[in-house]
Nanobody, 125 residues
Framework: QVQLVESGGGLVQAGGSLRLSCAAPGRTFTNYAMGWFRQAPGKEREFVAA????????YVADSVKGRFTISRDNAKNTVYLQMNSLQPEDTAVYYC??????????????????WGQGTQVTVSS
């Protein structure tokens, strides 16, 4: 079992930036593809971004393309989600996830094996 811990959420004004981090204390996920999802109140959890184990290949959802960037530092065993130009519609709980069966990225929620508890991101207008 891999426990994922997200951090970096908070309250920000529209147009602002936040950087989310995801770590696995005491464990390594350098061989896992990783992803970020989000869930707004009353909505289903949706895909945001994913990254291959090496960090070479990434993919972001159309809704955040050009504003959000996913990256990873395997030496630090950490995955990041840089969020710029935040808008009120980005308000959600953001979750980090790990896919232990694949080294390439995936957008499918059911492909991920481990999930963090989430971190709240609130964007005020």
């Amino acid at each position: 079992q891999v426990q994922l811990v997200e951090s970096g959420g908070g309250l920000v004004q529209a147009g602002g930036s936040l950087r989310l981090s995801c770590a696995a204390p005491g464990r390594t996920f350098t061989n896992y593809a990783m992803g970020w999802f989000r869930q707004a109140p009353g909505k289903e959890r949706e895909f945001v971004a994913a990254i291959s184990w090496s960090g070479i290949s990434t993919y972001v959802a159309d809704s955040v393309k050009g504003r959000f960037t996913i990256s990873r530092d395997n030496a630090k065993n950490t995955v990041y989600l840089q969020m710029n130009s935040l808008q009120p519609e980005d308000t959600a709980v953001y979750y980090c996830a790990a896919d232990r069966r694949s080294m390439g990225w995936t957008t499918q929620r059911e492909d991920y094996d481990y999930w963090g508890q989430g971190t709240q991101v609130t964007v005020s207008s």
